[in-house]
């Protein structure tokens, strides 16, 4: 590479650089080819030169505002020079280990860091930072650490100058109680709320964080604060949007005076095997959902149709709020429903759905011209 340089080629390694940073998108586009000279497989070759507009130069090369990469990689340029006004320090390439040197050339320009609450960090630089007293300039410290599930607390004390400080990853959650002492971390009530809203299983997380030898609160932990904190919290807003709804509803029956609803089931296993059934009514205009039941088929028992089961139970509770304001219900082709609602409900018009209804006649029809 040396002799290259000395004869005045540059090498491969910097023309690439070179060529790549020039560019907004360093690949290339058939769309900035002439027609007839594109190609599917190849780069285009002998075009004739023509001038390049202005949108091509916007969208291909780097305007002067933000720099571009010099020949001589000894002068800094408006890329590679840090503002006065950053603490940011670019890292020297030089003698750095190669795959950190992918890591930093990766710049994600769109994202946004404090858009971001929680993030991953490695041990070794946490406490590298922390273990210097930052008062007498000295790292002859005695630091100790405790770990509380995820919480992380450090503390650190200087041999030197007799100063004691302390770090913890987290905040303490308050309570409503004045003087009373919280011991419940916010990021575990934060991973306790993710992994449910999610919908993945504590043990997997938890191996997850196994391997990454991370530390992780216990079973125990997690199901009391489910139980205790996270459902509950669920119930406050469950309630609370419900009351939206309601209103909402209100005054679309004072408006048109009744209201159109529909309902569908959905099981936790297909099949006759299914032991759990949720069904869901909805409203037809406002495509707001206004009741639904979770329904569980006991083992022992005489075995039911349980979307019909959840479906009148649901009904109910929609007939205290509502009662005569409901006019309609459409469900899909179910002849255990329509029974349902033919003896408990006379009142209210069953409807079936026109897509059932529709692939049924395709079926009949299929069966006559076979």
Known sequence: MKNEEENGQIPLEKLSEKNCARYRMPYICLSHFEEGKR???????????REVSQEELDHWLWGEEEGRISDDSSEPTEVDSVSEESDFQRPDHEGADPMEID???EVEISEKPQQYNLILCEKEKLVKLLQKCWKCETQKTEMGIVYHGLNMNISVFCVSCQRRWYWSNTKKCEREQ?????KLSRIHILLTSAIITTGNGFQNVKQ????????FFFARTF???KEKYVYEAVNIQYKKQANVVKELLCETTDNNGTLNVMGDGSFDTPGHSALYCRYVIMEAVTKLVVEYEIFRHKSGEKKVNIETEACEKAFENLMVTYDSAIESLTTDRSQSVASMMANNFPDVTHYF???HYIRSLALEILKVAI
């Open 39 to 49: 190609s599917k497989n190849k780069i285009p070759r002998n075009i004739p030169p």
């Open 103 to 105: 890591d930093v050339d």
């Open 178 to 182: 004045s003087g009373s002492n919280s």
């Open 208 to 215: 997850l964080f196994d391997v990454l030898k991370s530390p």
């Open 223 to 225: 199901n009391r604060l």
């Open 353 to 355: 759905d026109s897509w």
